[in-house]
Each structure stands twice: as structure tokens, then as C-alpha cells.
């Protein structure tokens, strides 16, 4: 079949690129323009026309790409026409008049190129998350892992993985000869230099799905404390509903932002007291949730009512900022146990220190962001494949060492199969769908 989609942007823009890829390419091509081919990969003018009635739709460029030097290995072609709303519908009305042509799905240009081996399934990835990478930070990240540095590793780890099961069988295959040695001790080594190498890897913070996916910041801490203002000063916009009766947030407020390039979701959330309203004790509970999963607090306080014991003790014992708001209304100095917290002193009607605050938390992401390592996992479906195949390592170096070489191939098998899984090497159909269905439709 012959799919094709809008691969630009909806909405009004310049310039619009249709995109038509599959086995019937070439003759929609020459229907739409009346025309032979033209040279491949070369921007031609063109007249494009309805297919049924040869009315005029619009003039612009054509790409025609032969397969397989295609983005998708097929024949494909790319059509650039002026991006008013009538007109694209319009070239796409007509393409669906073609009984050999369907709308495509998403992601299914991409994963037609995985599919017709042109990239691997980490660089699908990829571009998935280079097209959504709203800060410099994501699209670094993105642009290393399209270099193809994690799929080259994982391949590394699953090559020395292949050889050492390749030892195993040929016992399994020739039990009556005894494996040299050395051979035995390779296969414990190179195991357990895998092992290493993949614990290595999974120790790294997560800091490349916190990338990806935006660090986690909580607003939290008693009523009253001014955390809603906080979350409206950082946004410079009114988010969340700011109200001097107490209790005024029941439910998480989230807003993304983009401080200095780092991707961020900061959540205001209800304010934390003992309550009898059971909306407002249901909101106190996602607040404590939100809390803990985290990747910093803001725990907002009072500077005229600081009471650090009880949760509050418990919110500011690891990554978390302690932001003592109203400091106009202070009038004498802080308790010095204070001082053993990271702790900012700020007044947001005034606008007073909110620049320091902000550099603290910049400098959390710094040191959250610092790695002497390439980033490997950006995802959890990455992690998960590694920690299945540590477990899968584990069970074969029990079993290789009581010899047990038949379940011990086993366990090795299934090793492989989990690296295999992240960069596309085995029969991956039932993880396709979920990846692919997260691209736009046209990419």
C-alpha cells in the first residue's frame, strides 16, 4: 500500500510538505503533475492538479526519490506547496480518491525506514524525541543518540554476548569433550565484564529520561505560604489561582518551562495541613506524592511562622531548597538551625532574591546534569531490557557455575534477546506500536 501525509506542521505556513511513500509513488506522481518523472533528488516546478478533474491545486516543488535511497527505502516523493489550509486539503482530498493510496498512520514513514533496515529502532527513537526537544538541552541529547553512540554499545554488549553463548553450545553440542581451561574462564570473564558493564550503565541517575522528559520540580509546603505565587513568578503568567483563604489549591497545578535551556515541570500543590475536608485531605495526599517522586522540592515557608519539624523535616532531608517567602515582614533574624538547610530568602511581593532562588535551582540541574559518560538510556523501555538482562546474566553465572550448560544457554539466549530489544535486532512487533504511535502523523 501507498501511504501518504502532511509531514509539516498543520496551520497556516509558507510552505507545506506533502509526503507519498510506497510502491504506487511514482504513477501519483505522474497523475498529480501530468508529467513525466523528474530527475531523482532534484527540486523540480510543478503544476499539481486534482488526479480526477486535472483542476489546478497549486504550483511547487517535487522531490522524487527512488527506493532504496529513500528516507523510508521506498520509492518515495515529496511534495512542497504553499501551506494555506484550502490548498493542503485540497492535495490531500485528492490523493484520497486513489484506491492504491491510505492516509498514514503516525510514525509510519519512520517505521517504515526501521523496518527497510535504513536506521535502527534508538535512532527512530530519536528523531521522535528531536522533533519534540523543546530546549537546547533535549536536542543535544537527541543528536547524540542519532549518531548512533548507544546503538553502537548495545551491539558492542550483545556481540560479547553471542560469543560466549557460542562457547556454551559447543559444549552442549560436544558433551564429551571437555571445554579447555581457558575457554571456561574466558566465558566467566567476559559474563561478568558484560554484567559490570550494563550495572555501569543503569547506575547513571536517569538522568537521560529526566532530560527527555523534563525535571520533576514540586512546590511544596504548608498553606498560606505563597507556593501558588511562587509557581506564577517562575511562569510569568497566572497559573495557578492565588488566594489568602487557606486551601485555595486542592489539586496539582503543572506548568512546563525552560529555564536556561533545561526542561522543566514545576507542580504547585495543595497546601499541606491538618484538614477534614475530604477533597482537601485527597489533594494533601497527591501533594506528599508529588513530594516524593520529585527530582527537587521547593518547600515554601512562612518566614514569620517557620515550623520545620514533622514532614516538613522529612521534605528538606534530600534535594530540596528551602524558600522562606515574606521576608518583608521579618523582623529580626533568622534561627541559626536554618542555616543547616540550603535555604533562600525571598519576598515575591517585593520581587526580592527570586534571581538567587533561580540560581539554585540551576545549579541542582548542573550538578544533576554533570556526567563524564555518554548518556545511554533515555527512555524506560531501555532500562527495563537492561535490568531483565542483569537478571538473565545473574541466573546464567549460577548455572554456569554448577554446570549446568543447557539452562545456563537459556539464560544467556534471553540476555541477548533483552539488548537485542533496544536497538531492534530480534522480533520487536510488540513494542513497535507503542514507540511509533508517540510521532506526529507525516514523520
Known sequence: MTIYALSSGPGIS?????????????????????????????????????????????????????GPQSYTGEDMVEIHIHGGKAVVEALLNTLSNVKSCRLADPGEFTKLAFLNGKISLLKAESIADLISAETEIQRLQAVKIMKGKSSEKFNELREKLLKILSFVEAKIDFPDED???????????????????????????????????????????????????LLNNLSNREV???????????DVVETHLNIDGYPVIISDTAGIRDSKDEIEKKGIKLSLKKAENADLKLVVVDAKNIDLSGFLNDLLKKDAILVINKSDLLKEKLDSEISKFSHVLISLKDNLNIDKLISKIKKHFENKFISEEDILITRERHRQHLIQC?????????KNEKKDFDKAAEDLRLATRQLGMIVGKVDVEEILGSIFNDFCIGK
Not at 26 to 42: A, D, F, G, Q, Y
Not at 390 to 398: C, I, R, Y
Open 14 to 66: 509558507g510552505v507545506a510538505v506533502v509526503r507519498i511513500s510506497g510502491p504506487d509513488s511514482s504513477n501519483v506522481l505522474k497523475s498529480l503533475t501530468k508529467h513525466e518523472l523528474p530527475s531523482p533528488r532534484v527540486a523540480t516546478l510543478r503544476k499539481i492538479n486534482n488526479i480526477n478533474t486535472s483542476e489546478l491545486i497549486d504550483e511547487g516543488l517535487i522531490l522524487w526519490f527512488p
Open 390 to 398: 542483569v537478571e538473565h546474566l545473574k541466573n546464567f553465572s549460577d
Open 179 to 229: 571445554l579447555p581451561e581457558e575457554n571456561l574462564k574466558k566465558i566467566k570473564e567476559d559474563s561478568w565484564n558484560v554484567l559490570h558493564e550494563i550495572k555501569k550503565i543503569l547506575n547513571d541517575q536517569k538522568v537521560g529520561e529526566i532530560i527527555r522528559e523534563g525535571f520533576k520540580i514540586a512546590i511544596v509546603g504548608p498553606t498560606n505560604a505563597g507556593k501558588s505565587s
Open 240 to 250: 495557578a489561582i492565588v488566594s489568602e483563604i487557606a486551601g485555595t489549591t486542592r
